[in-house]
Nanobody, 124 residues
Framework: QVQLVESGGGLVQLGGSLRLSCVTSGFYLDTYKVAWFRQAPGKAREGVSCISADGTTKYAPSVRGRFTISRDISKKAVYLQINASKPEDTAVYSC??????????????????WGQGTQVAVAE
């Protein structure tokens, strides 16, 4: 069965860095699209970044230049490196996945499998 488990969240000082992990099972990373979403208090869930089956990446404008998505196929893991953190980065971060061989991933919510999320808090 497909499973996604996030970890790495916590409290970080303004401008600090954090790396989130999404450990996957039940599928091959090079046949799926995987994305990171976040939901801040009182706000709707938004797509942050995604990585396609071929390794192509995409970022939301609000995090471009600060966040980096990557994967380690041998470890079946997808990561989100957060740098130069801002208070508005405070949110529950979730990873999501869906089977997609050929098309570029998108930051919509068209993902079948979802993790439970990990909390990130940026101190002001």
């Amino acid at each position: 069965q497909v499973q996604l488990v996030e970890s790495g969240g916590g409290l970080v000082q303004l401008g600090g860095s954090l790396r989130l992990s999404c450990v996957t099972s039940g599928f091959y990373l090079d046949t799926y699209k995987v994305a990171w979403f976040r939901q801040a208090p009182g706000k709707a869930r938004e797509g942050v970044s995604c990585i396609s089956a071929d390794g192509t990446t995409k970022y939301a404008p609000s995090v471009r230049g600060r966040f980096t998505i990557s994967r380690d196929i041998s470890k079946k893991a997808v990561y989100l490196q957060i740098n130069a953190s801002k208070p508005e980065d405070t949110a529950v971060y979730s990873c999501a996945a869906g089977y997609e061989l050929f098309r570029m991933c998108r930051l919509n919510q068209d993902y079948v499998y979802w993790g439970q999320g990990t909390q990130v808090a940026v101190a002001e």
